[in-house]
């Protein structure tokens, strides 16, 4: 379930509104059909994949916080 995710409120709330509701849809979402979706940008997709691979490997990044790279 998005809610319970680790992904930003913000970006929950435009999933949400999109009718998206859980995480393993977006796993099978490309990138440009995230990017289709209202409210959702680039670094909306940055912060859901991060969160994703941070769920993989057991972290759990704090909410909102910028990509170090």
Known sequence: MLVRSKIPVWIVK??????????SKLSSMTDDELLA????GKRA????????????????P???????R
Do not use: N, T
């Open 14 to 23: 435009a999933l949400l509104s999109s009718g998206i509701k859980r995480v």
């Open 37 to 40: 979706l209202p409210g959702i």
């Open 45 to 60: 997709i940055e912060l859901i994949r991060s969160s994703r691979k941070a769920r993989e490997s057991g972290g759990s």
């Open 62 to 68: 704090a909410r909102g916080s910028p990509l170090r």
